[in-house]
């Protein structure tokens, strides 16, 4: 169990349009999703907590009206990364919290790389 | 956030060389999770420790969190060319943050 899907896997847009990636816990509920970025040869970052129902909280230096989250399901999470340009280009990799007695463990989903040209 | 400092960022190694990489902390943590990510991969949790000098093992890999539970160490015992990958820590409260990662390279 703990599956976790990411979609899409890959995507290429122009500068200036919006692009929304779907994060879906396939198996188990997830109160708490996170958003993470990943440029090349770098860690992963912690962009946003995305918590079912109510809004997301952002790390310092994240835009959140252009990261624009939704998490109006226990198993379903989005980023719309609005407006794109081609620094946003980077691997976003989503986890969910699943939570079993006192432990959290985290389950990513296999990242969106996405390219803006 | 909560900034975790990983040591060292890049280690290349012969296979059947062990391998030790180091996550450490300016405060305590709560607990701390160790991550596999694979060249062009995602994440793959390891393992959590939660207690002060707590040790596990899966294999060939020993997990350690310190008394002070501010650092900890994961070791590989005779690399493989299958260990090839970026090893996280991680430290989870309310919220998730990765350490800055150690590159492994094994060559065969």
């Known amino acids: 169990g703990a599956v976790v899907s990411q979609h899409p896997s890959w995507v290429i847009c122009k500068s200036g349009t919006s692009v929304k990636i779907e994060c879906r816990s396939l198996?188990?509920?997830?109160?708490?999703m996170f958003w993470y970025r990943q440029f090349p040869k770098q860690s992963l970052m912690l962009m946003a907590t995305?918590?079912?129902?109510?809004?997301?909280?952002?790390e310092q230096g994240v835009e959140k009206d252009k990261f624009l989250i939704n998490h109006a399901s226990l198993t379903l999470s989005t980023l719309t990364v609005t407006s794109a340009h081609p620094e946003d280009s980077s691997f976003y990799i989503c986890?969910?919290?699943?939570?079993?007695?006192?432990?959290?463990?985290?389950?990513f989903g296999p990242g969106t790389r996405l390219t803006v040209t | 956030g909560q900034q975790v400092m990983q040591i060292p960022q890049y280690q290349h190694v012969q296979e059947g060389e062990d391998f030790t990489t180091y996550c450490n902390s300016s405060?305590?943590?709560?607990?701390i999770q160790w991550y596999k990510q694979r060249p062009g991969g995602h994440p793959v949790f390891l393992i959590q420790?939660?207690?002060?000098?707590e040790v596990k093992k899966q294999k060939r890999l020993t997990f350690q969190f310190g008394e002070a539970k501010k650092n900890s160490s994961l070791h590989i015992t005779a690399t493989q060319t299958t260990d090839v990958g970026t090893y996280f820590c991680?430290?989870?409260?309310?919220?998730?943050?990765f350490g800055s990662g150690t590159k492994l390279n094994v060559k065969p």
């Open positions: 986890s969910a919290r699943k939570t079993s007695g006192s432990t959290y463990e985290q389950y």
């Open positions: 198996d188990f509920q997830a109160t708490t």
């Open positions: 995305s918590n079912e129902g109510s809004k997301a909280t952002y």
């Open positions: 405060t305590t943590l709560s607990n």
């Open positions: 420790l939660v207690k002060s000098g």
């Open positions: 991680g430290h989870n409260f309310n919220k998730f943050y």
